[in-house]
Structures are given as C-alpha cells and as structure tokens.
C-alpha cells in the first residue's frame, strides 16, 4: 500500500468526556472548525497556556478528532513529527507551538522542513495582544512585538490574524501555500485574546476545497521540445533524480525515461529514493556528495537533466572543476520560487541551457512521450563493496544484518547515520528511503521516523531508521509519542559514542596546524560513562535491546526488534559499532553527529 492512500491511520485516541450542548461559541472553535474544513489529520503538540483556548477547542468542540492531539515532550519533536508523516505521505499535517519559547525550540525543525521542502502548518499564539488583558509578568514575557520573525527567514508566509474572519483567511491561506511547490512550512500566529473571546455564533465556514493549492504548473511546450531535442540527440545522457514525490506511478515513468534514453542515472541519498538503486542504468551509490568515480562518469555526459537535484551547481563542479560544464544543462524544478537571501540552502548558480520551471513529476511524462529512443549499451556498474571484517561491528556489519533479517518484508528506512554507503542497500520503491532531515539539524531523527510512522501506520511497511547517537540522543523523547499513541517502528542506534563526523574535522584541523592528532576526541567523546540508550529508551515507553557489541549478536538483535515492532511496540536496538566512514564524505562541511 503507498502511504498517500493511506490518508487516516488509526492511533490510540484521547477521548474526551461529552459534555453539555454549546451555547456559546468562542473565537478558538471557530479556528478550530475551519482547520477539520482543511481535512488535517493530526496536530502535533506540546502544550502551552498561550494557547489554551484551542487547545480546549480541539478537545471539547471537535471532541479531539480530525485533528486529534498528538502530546509531545519537546516542540522540535513536534515539528519534526509533521515532517516525518509529510515525508512519508506528501501530505501536510499541522503542529502547535507555545508562543515565543515553543516557537524558539522549534525553529531548528522548522528550518529542517523549509530546506527539505516539507508542507507544514505550524500554528502558535501570543499575548493577549491587548496589553490591558494580560495577566502580570507571564503573559508580558510570553508576547514579542513580531513573533513570526524568528521563524520569517524559512517559512513560507506567516500571518497574525485580529479576528476571527481573519484567521479563516489567514489559515486557508498558510494551507494553500505550504502546499503549493516549493513546498514548505507555514507560520499563523494567533492572539490569545482572539482565542478567548465569545464571538456570538459561528460565522459561516468556508469551502475548503475553493482555498486549495493550485494544480501543477505545466512548462511551456517549447521547453519541452528544446528539452527533448538534446536528450534524444545525446551520446552520454545522465539524469540526476533529486526532490521527487513518494508516487508510485511517477516513479516507474522516471524509470522508463531513463530506459528510453538509455540515460545513466544518479541520486542522491540526502533525498528520498528516486530511482532503483539496483538497475543496470544506475550508474553510482546514492551519496552526500558526489564519489570521485561518480564525478567522472558524471563528466563523461553530453547532456545532464536535472529533476530537481539538490545543489546541482555543486554536482556540476564536482564534475568539471573550474572547467565550464561541457554538457547542456536541462533543468526543472520550481525551486527558485522559494529562494531568500537570508539561507543559503539555495546553493550555488548553475549554468542551464534549458529550464523549466516547475515539478519534475510534471515534466517527465511530458518528455517520456517527446524523446525518441535512443540506443545504448547497458551501464557498467559499480565495483562491490569489499567483504566486512568479520568481527567488527560497523555500519557496514549493521546493514548486511538488517539486510539479511529484512529479506522478505517491506521497509521504509527513515533515517540513515552520515557514515553510511549508498551500496550497503538498495532502495527499489519510492518509499523504500525517505530522506534526509533536509537542514542539517542533530536530533531531527527520531522525530521524523515517528512521523513517517505515523503515515505508514495500517499500510503494511515498516519504518526502520538507522541512526546515530548523538541524533537519537538529543530527540529520544518523541518516542514517548510514538509509544502513547501506539505508533510502531524499529530504531537502530549506530552507536560509536562520539561525536565522530566532529573528531575528522579537528583531525584535519591539527594536522594542517602540524599539531597532535591523537587530541581529536577531547571534547567529542560520549563515554566515561556510557550512555545506556536502551534504557532511555524503555523509558520512554519503549522496548529496549543491547547494547549490541558482538557481530554474532547483531542479526538475532534486529530479528527481535522487527517482530516487536510487526507486533505494534516502538523497538530501540543500541548497536556499538567502531568508529569509521566507509563512504565518500570528502566534500564534508557538516559538524554533526548522526
């Protein structure tokens, strides 16, 4: 089952006790009733008095279902939550924050889902805006004169609606742009005041459906054309498949284009799967940055079309250096629509030769039916990987584990650690891999899993994530969600206790400075004492195995961790594995630990 036609999984409800017929609407169920209009599934939340007036609405007027509360301990658990199940699903869901200190806890994973093109509506609440309203000092330091602009920079749109026709508008809107590509988050501030105030009766709800996105910009049929001339008149064709949909049927029409042209094709493990990574046409490992092989072979084409390649600029130089590209450049994607100037998560200027400037997912099947078949020999494929040392216990050893006890069930991996090989596994479905978090935030992860989870609920694929300890560290409470609400999925901790990625850079560092290298760890390493991840975890609610330290203990570990979450339990494996990358990580600027 795909996860977009799973829209309503079932999680365990909080219902609420009836009571009394209403007589007397307040301005938060108006907000409330025009969110149920907008069709959002859940609200994911940690809660706070600045909104106290939806938060009862939610339960008392909607009764706590569509949406139903999701509790969380932590606001970017929240976020992160609705960026997992928009990951999972490509379908938004909304998340509620506490004023100006819940949005401040929040604006990392608000900057993740803006940078991974997420939907989202994010809701929060101020003062009262009416200084004569507020209670002494607590309602003074929880409103700020332009709340929005902590999160402004990456967010769609935001708006503080004065009123409750306003904040119809206000959140029709915010809905209608997050969802509109390039998609984002959205930001609706709302007044406590505005909450709280009787408003007579219900002004009339509007139709949702009039207020939705628009449909998919379609390119200009002379694009198409320009664009389908190169590809088929291309002796080394290369198609670099980045931000794409979780669609099924999309997915099989970029794999039948590729086939057409006889293209080779890359992707891009910060991305979701975008290509099987086991077709002959397949032409390198998904990765963070390009291997040296795959820049060569990236170099070797005559025409490269870009579907939305994150930092295609990047990709180009990694190819030809400061040579000018010696390919023509096909690019779609919408991205440009969404680029500010205070992020530079728009990245470098590409030289382009044809653009289009809407969806991949649009354009493909427009140029499948456009290109004329080209002949081709079938793509060399990469040389394997050398065998893992037996009694080491690595990623390496982790993944061939997973691999051997996942052989006949259907997985969506959540979450991969920055050590990790594009080749350890192969992806052959778009919901076979997800992504990364998109911004470069530790801890995303285990709220993003949640959420995948929680989209993937009832469909029959299980979420596994592979994460490092330091990520599972900083977010391991949004298990607690996942456990209360009765959420299943399997959470491997790549554990090498430290903050590894940060132990290269200072290596690197002090040998440029002809200094000790032995010093890197100071400052990095998470031991003395070691930190029992499964017990953190079977605090949270969860069932928690290891620590893992023998490779011999490894597949029977994962085994009982896939039964325990088939049977409906949140399951946290604490693998010890050794510190080390078996993967291309030479372009690295990162300075974090997953």
């Known amino acids: 089952m795909n996860a977009k036609e799973n829209l309503s999984p079932t999680v365990r409800a909080e219902a609420p006790v009836a009571g009394p017929e209403q007589k007397e609407i307040w301005g938060s169920d108006a907000i409330a ?55 999972a699903s490509d379908r938004m869901m909304g998340a509620v924050v506490h004023s100006n200190v819940g949005l401040m806890h929040a604006s990392m994973a608000i900057f993740n889902a803006w940078c991974d093109r997420m939907p989202m509506l994010v809701l929060g609440a101020t003062g009262p805006w009416d200084a004569a309203k507020r209670r002494p000092w607590i309602d003074w330091i929880h409103t700020a004169s332009d709340q929005a602009a902590l999160v402004r920079d990456y ?66 049929e002379h694009l198409v054309d320009a664009a389908a001339k190169l590809l088929s008149g291309a002796k080394h064709p290369v198609i670099l498949a980045g931000r794409v949909s979780r669609s099924e049927s999309c997915w099989k029409q ?33 990765a963070t940055f390009l291997s040296p092989d795959a820049a060569k072979l990236l170099r070797e084409a005559d025409v490269v079309l870009s579907l939305d390649w994150v930092d295609l600029a990047g990709a180009l130089k990694a190819a030809w250096g400061a040579d000018p590209v010696g390919a023509k450049v096909i690019q779609i994607s919408p991205d440009a629509h969404i680029h500010r100037g205070w992020s530079m998560d728009y990245q470098g200027l590409a030289a382009i030769d ?15 039916d456009a290109v004329k078949p080209r002949p081709g020999a079938v793509a060399a494929k990469p040389a394997p990987l050398p065998d893992a040392a037996a009694e080491v216990v690595s990623i390496r050893t982790l993944a061939d584990a997973l691999n051997a006890a996942t052989k006949d069930v259907d997985v969506c991996i959540t979450r991969l650690p920055l050590g990790w090989n594009g080749a350890y596994r192969h992806f052959r479905h778009p919901l076979d891999y997800i992504g990364s978090e998109g911004g470069g935030g530790v801890g995303a992860g285990p709220g993003i899993t949640v959420g995948a989870a929680l989209a993937l609920k009832d469909s029959g694929r299980l979420p596994v994530a592979i994460m490092g300890d330091g990520d599972f560290l900083m977010g391991a409470t949004a298990l607690w969600t996942a456990a209360h609400y009765g959420i299943p999925c399997l959470i491997l901790v790549a554990n090498n206790r430290s903050f590894f990625n940060d132990e290269l850079h200072q290596e690197r560092v002090a040998k440029e400075r002809s200094r000790p290298v032995e010093n890197r760890w100071i400052g990095q390493r998470i031991s003395g004492p070691d930190i029992d991840i499964a017990m953190m975890a079977r605090a949270q609610g969860a069932e928690g195995i290891g620590p893992v330290a023998k490779a011999s203990e490894l597949k029977p570990a994962i085994e009982k961790g896939i039964q325990s979450a088939r049977n409906g339990a949140v399951c946290v494996v604490d693998v010890r594995v050794a510190p080390g990358y078996d993967t291309n990580m030479g372009g690295s600027g990162a300075s974090q630990k997953r």
Request: net charge neutral.
């Open 33 to 87: 009733a025009v969110l149920r209009t907008l069709d959002i599934p859940f609200l994911a939340l940690n809660p706070g008095a600045s909104y106290r007036g939806l938060h009862d609405s939610i339960v008392n007027y909607l009764g706590n279902t569509r949406p139903q509360m999701l509790l969380c301990l932590h606001e970017e658990s929240a976020v992160a939550i609705a960026q997992g199940y928009a990951k």
């Open 155 to 220: 967010t769609k749109w935001d708006n503080q609606p004065a009123s409750v026709p306003a904040a119809y508008e206000a959140i029709l809107r915010a809905a209608q742009i997050a969802n509109t590509a390039p998609r984002g988050p959205t930001y609706i501030n709302l007044d406590a005041g505005l909450q709280e105030a009787k408003i007579g009766a219900l002004p009339p709800l509007p139709d949702a459906k009039r207020y939705r996105a628009p449909d998919p910009v379609l390119p200009a």
């Open 254 to 286: 970029r794999v039948a284009l590729a086939e057409k042209l006889h293209a080779r094709a890359f992707t891009d493990i910060k991305v979701g799967a975008a290509f099987p990574t086991d077709h002959p046409l397949h032409a390198a490992p998904p």
């Open 354 to 368: 044809v653009y289009m400037m809407c969806e991949p997912d649009i354009a493909v099947p427009l140029l499948l």
